[in-house]
């Protein structure tokens, strides 16, 4: 085993970078799909809000800063956020965080099941199956009856 020598830096400027860091920034990566920069900066700033700074890091993953904690919040809490198909990974800033390391054991799932009997288009029933996938961490329901109505 290799000794590694430890250094304890004991400044106010990194104690106060660390605590701006925890509270305005947050882990992002798409799940499958890995955009250039110039194309992800634009789905931020018209997704998400202006008020932040990107920070491309390796293997797709990348930090956002954002300008308030509000909107932070907001990007963590609301959703889900998705590019096309792919959805977006987001977990808050920690310290220790690196990407070359990091493996996304979480990733949200949108599922559209089509021509669901009404029987089962209840909360109930839609969380029971779920479970038979996994976890059910955090949920939402979202039924929406559509029907076609013919002009004649």
């Known amino acids: 085993m290799t000794w590694v020598p430890t250094l304890i830096v004991n400044l106010p400027e990194v104690n106060n ?4 860091f925890r509270e305005r920034v947050v882990i992002c990566i798409f799940n499958g799909f890995w ?12 997704t998400l809000t202006e008020r932040c700074d990107i920070h491309l890091c390796s293997r797709g993953f990348f930090i956002v800063k954002f300008d308030t904690t509000k909107d932070k919040d907001y990007v963590l809490n609301e959703g889900p956020w998705f590019w ?28 559209k099941l089509h021509n ?10 839609i969380r029971r199956t779920w479970e038979f996938f ?3 961490l955090k949920g939402r329901c979202k039924l929406s009856l559509k029907r076609n109505f013919h002009l004649f």
Do not use: C
């Not at 990407?99 to 599922?111: D, E, G, P, R």
């Open 134 to 136: 996994g976890e059910i």
């Open 116 to 125: 669901l009997p009404l029987i089962f288009g209840t909360s109930q029933s």
């Open 17 to 20: 970078i660390y605590v701006d």
């Open 84 to 111: 096309g198909n792919a959805g977006l990974f987001r977990i808050p800033w920690f310290s220790g965080f690196d990407a070359n390391t990091m493996v996304v054991s979480k990733m949200l799932m949108w599922v």
């Open 35 to 46: 955009p250039k920069t110039k194309v992800l900066h634009q789905w931020i700033f018209s």
